[in-house]
């Protein structure tokens, strides 16, 4: 695993200023890490800091926010001076397919010319040869070349999705971000979307971090998943032994409430709410709306472990004696 | 699970929207198009069952709950609640079935009015319908309120939607529609916009009210939530119910071939649990232009000649394990 | 490359005591005092509605009798001189801030009320409706006003009641055109529909869920509207087709010109009745447009930046956990 590694994130942190000395921690110190090819999940639900954690990677915060930590792409620290070390990797290196992406065409701009506009804009070609390309990107991600000259209201919304792939991969990236890819899409359209980013990350061996609410998806697509909560990661693991063998309770918890087609068992939703994340907690963040906390929730934050290889959870559960892990 | 007479018995509904033809196709008279969102559907809804229309975006599942609301004006067909027709009656007479049948919609942060506290959002049907006094009024809201969750009411009755969770408000909601004590509760796409985490909650909610006697029509694109929470399902596409029956038949045996390719690319749990999912190519056509014959054909993996000239109907499916498990499909 | 982005929502504040519980009130305190622009602007529009409401009490001169010479220079006793009648200009223009004010309030009721009426109506209806005053707006909105103004007047006769109504039969189309827009929007959201679903009748969907979201931006517009109201009765004074007994700031500047003000170099009769109008019409903008944008949702989308975010020394805070 480690000569593959292609992107480590160590000690992520995403502070929003919310005005009036106030401050939201959006993202409180996170690692993972991405090896070549490989496909892995970011999941959680609203306000967990999952989306904050991508735009973090490409450089893309609003003015309000402050970031610290270290993002290593192949071994080079690409936040260590700001925009100044992000913005040659960006769209080159690494690349985003933006949430609601597919309804943020220009309607009056033909789909090719959309396209084409960043390879401009960066200098990678222009003119003909651009044009040539976005052909090449089209058929890439299963639409037909020459609809390159149609416009946004002329494609269906799985198409328009495709077409923001294409975009995304105009630079030859090689992480491609992909920030609920498939989440205003039918479930026929999603299933064709979902083959086509596996289909490309295959083919083309590119990264992808695909970040998403829907578990099911995950457990489909990724071969590893880091389950966030309230900005820090509850559990990274392979997908199979997140279902399986979960080692955080909010992972249980989480597919629990998660309706199988098949599935017998009771959907059990998760009592209460996340916690704020404009003031600072002590304990797990987890321990109020946990089905198995103890007293040593409420006061220690629990720190992430390895379980096995490749398998850490932050829960206290796991310090206790083997015979009684954390499902 | 139905007991004796279903409360809403809808036969044969058509819903068209025209199709805004614009200035120089007016003066050149072409022919006025329709959208047909809804083409001939039928369907009943018993007390204490929960019906799914299930579907894709663009099938008609939540125009088929708007006309069955008469929020939109049916072009054919009868909608029957309790034996009685209400297609036909006017807005005021339609008033006091009003009270009976209630609607939740899909998104809890549009669907409350921003400046409205929560009592006065759960009081306002019982306003409009001049129900009680005052006094009874606050016991109602605080009863339905307890009902759809919100427990302790005192917590949540003063405070406004954007104080509130998505799930709280979707709760708020509920009792909206709960304080009038309706016999049918028309949910439409009721957790689709809530987290995953908050969702089973709210399908327990109505759960529970379809125990307590409710007849529930959920409408709902998700596939499992239909399996795990409805009695039985109803598959439409194109404005069409292409297949129906009790929930674990129609996902455990599909029938008609748009079912199964639907029931294949629904991801599961389970990451091992890895079946080859059956996609079929393109998008749901415009349903302005609905195919001859089978409205399936043109996607239909196992489409033969006659799929293209012959328009199924409904009918019983000769390898079903339940009598009330139909499907449309010449081939089964 | 950048997208829009709202900053990630706060998680839910039930789990812990509100720390701000924004209440309506508290909403329209914020907008009205809540930037430099809306206080000074009322502050303005709040002084000259004091000198009009006062004018009688506080005019240092009579602005019927001859007090000083024939376009007398300022000076200690009259203190913006005199005009052609040697009547003190102070006084003059204090008068004339009670018709213009008064015009100017006036009017923009009458556009609210016409414009309000037609707006909701059409926006909340639609349909043939819509149609049938939408093209009355519109034949309204292509009438050249100042033809209109002058016929008008010759018909109707030169009072200041005519001169309320014609402004406001002119003005009131752009406010029924902003509000049939909203309504349309509003009349389309899922709780109005929600009301309407439970039998809700017209008069309680425009009443409890129309109205109340419309009423500032109702307020915004009154405001720009008294702007564009005071600049029409100066222009229609100016033209001289106000009411000739009363005394306005239009009139006064068409008199000094009548009376030869420019060519006995008589400034002071002028550019103070001038300078009233330019400062009330600015303060109204001021405040209608603060109100305005502050109401607009769609101009306070937040972007991401590209450029701006900064980076915090590494480690900083793992020392604490």
């Known amino acids: 695993m480690t000569d593959r590694r292609l992107l480590q994130v160590e000690e992520l942190h995403v502070w929003f200023e919310l005005g009036h000395g106030r401050e939201l921690h959006a993202v409180q110190g996170i690692s993972f890490d991405l090896a070549e090819g490989e496909r892995l999940g970011l999941v959680g639900e609203s306000g967990c800091g999952k989306t904050t954690t991508i735009l973090a990677l490409m450089g893309l915060l609003p003015g309000s926010a402050s970031v610290s930590g270290r993002v290593l792409l192949n071994g080079e620290d690409i936040l260590a001076e700001g925009e100044a070390t992000v913005a040659p990797h960006r769209w080159h290196d690494v690349a985003m397919v933006f949430q609601g992406a597919m309804n943020a065409f220009n309607p009056v701009k033909t789909v090719g010319a959309q396209i084409a506009e960043p390879m401009e804009l960066h200098g990678i070609s222009s003119g003909r040869s651009a044009m040539a390309r976005v052909r090449e990107l089209l058929e890439m991600v299963g639409i037909s070349g020459s609809r390159a000259g149609r416009y946004p209201h002329e494609f269906s919304g799985g198409m328009r999705q495709r077409a923001a792939i294409a975009m995304a991969l105009a630079c030859d990236p090689k992480v491609l971000l992909a920030d609920e890819p498939t989440t205003a899409l039918d479930v026929m359209v999603q299933a064709q979307i979902l083959e086509l980013l596996v289909a490309l990350t295959n083919d083309l061996g590119l990264a992808m971090i695909l970040v998403t609410h829907d578990l099911p998806v995950v457990a489909q697509v990724c071969g590893r998943a880091a389950v966030m909560y309230a900005g820090e990661i509850a559990e990274t693991g392979p997908t199979q032994t997140l279902y399986h063998d979960p080692r955080h309770p909010y992972t249980r918890m989480l597919f629990a409430a998660t309706p199988d087609l098949y599935g017998d068992d009771a959907v059990l939703s998760i009592p209460g709410v996340p916690p704020r994340l404009d003031r600072e907690f002590e304990g797990c963040p987890f321990a109020p709306r946990c089905d198995s906390a103890f007293s040593r929730c409420a006061g220690e934050h629990p720190r992430l472990r390895e379980i096995d290889p490749g398998h850490v959870a932050a829960c206290h559960l796991n310090d206790v004696a083997v015979g009684a892990p954390a499902r | 699970m139905t007991g004796g007479e279903p409360l809403l018995e809808v036969d044969g509904l058509v819903t068209r929207y025209p199709v805004p033809r614009g200035i120089v196709r007016t003066l050149a008279r072409a022919p006025r198009e329709h959208v047909h969102a809804v083409e001939g559907v039928s369907f009943t809804v018993g007390p204490g069952e929960m019906l799914a229309l299930v579907g894709e975006s663009g099938c008609g599942k939540t125009t088929t709950a708007q006309t069955v609301m008469r929020m939109v004006t049916e072009d054919a067909g009868s909608i029957r609640f309790r034996g009685r027709e209400i297609s036909t009656l006017s807005h005021r007479g339609l008033r006091p079935l009003r009270r009976e049948m209630q609607i939740i919609y899909q998104d809890p942060y549009e669907s409350l009015d921003p400046r409205f506290r929560v009592r006065d959002t759960v009081m306002e049907p019982l306003r409009i319908h001049s129900i009680g006094s005052s006094a009874d009024r606050e016991q109602k809201v605080l009863d339905a309120l307890v009902r759809a969750g919100l427990t302790p009411p005192d917590l949540y009755i003063d405070r406004f939607a954007h104080e509130l969770s998505g799930g709280q408000r979707q709760r708020v909601a509920i009792a909206a529609a709960l304080v009038l004590e309706p016999k049918l509760l028309v949910a439409d796409e009721p957790v689709s916009m809530l987290d995953v985490s908050v969702r089973a909650g709210i399908l327990a909610l109505l759960d529970g009210l379809r125990r307590s006697g409710l007849g529930i029509l959920m409408i709902t694109h998700d596939l499992s939530t239909a399996a795990h929470f409805a009695d039985r399902i109803a598959v439409m596409y194109l404005g069409r119910i292409v297949e129906e029956g009790p929930a674990k038949d129609v996902v455990r045996n599909p029938q008609h071939p748009y079912t199964k390719a639907l029931i294949s690319v629904v991801p599961k749990r389970d990451p091992r649990d890895t079946m080859k999912p059956q996609i079929l190519k393109g998008e749901t056509p415009n349903p302005v232009h609905v195919p001859s014959g089978c409205r399936f054909h043109p996607r239909c993996p196992v489409a033969v000649e006659s799929c293209t000239s012959v328009d199924p109907e409904l009918r019983r499916v000769k390898a079903a394990t339940s009598p009330e498990h139909r499907a449309a499909c010449i081939l089964v | ?321």
Not at chain 3, 293 to 307: A, E, M, T
């Open chain 3, 1 to 321: 490359m950048s997208a829009s982005i709202q900053a990630p929502p706060v998680p839910d504040p039930l789990g812990a005591p509100a720390a701000v519980a924004p209440t309506r009130r508290g909403f329209m305190r914020e907008l009205l005092f809540g930037s430099r622009q809306t206080v000074v602007g009322l502050a303005v529009i709040a002084f000259f509605v004091v000198i009009a409401v006062l004018a009688p009490d506080i005019v240092p001169h009579s602005v019927t009798q001859q007090t000083g010479p024939v376009y007398g220079a300022p000076n200690g006793h009259h203190l913006l001189g005199t005009d052609d009648g040697g009547i003190d200009m102070l006084s003059e223009v204090i008068y004339g801030a009670r018709v213009s004010m008064l015009v100017g309030f006036a009017a923009s009721v009458v556009c609210m009320v016409l414009g309000g009426l037609v707006g909701v109506l059409s926006g909340y209806f639609g349909g043939k409706t819509d149609i049938v005053l939408m093209r009355i707006t519109d034949y309204f909105l292509v009438i050249p006003d100042v033809p209109l103004m002058i016929i008008a007047a010759a018909i109707f006769g030169r009072s200041l009641l005519n001169i309320i109504i014609i402004i406001g039969v002119i003005y009131w189309t752009s406010t029924a055109r902003l509000l049939r827009a909203q309504v349309k929007s509003l009349r389309e959201r899922v709780y109005v529909q929600r009301a309407r679903s439970l039998g809700a009748g017209h008069s309680r969907l425009i009443g409890s869920h129309i109205m109340p979201q419309i009423a500032p931006l109702i307020v915004a517009n009154t405001v720009l509207t008294i702007a564009t109201a005071i600049f029409a009765e100066t222009y229609i004074s100016f033209l001289g087709l106000g009411d000739p007994s009363a005394i306005s700031w239009g009139k006064l500047i068409q008199n000094s010109l009548t009376g030869g003000a420019v060519f006995h170099s008589a400034w002071w009769a002028i550019i103070p009745p001038g300078a009233c109008v330019t400062v009330v019409i600015l303060a109204c903008t001021m405040v209608g447009q603060a109100l305005e944008d502050s109401l607009n949702p769609r101009l306070r989308v937040g972007h991401l930046s590209v450029r701006r975010f900064r980076m915090r020394p590494f480690s900083a805070r793992i020392e604490s956990r």
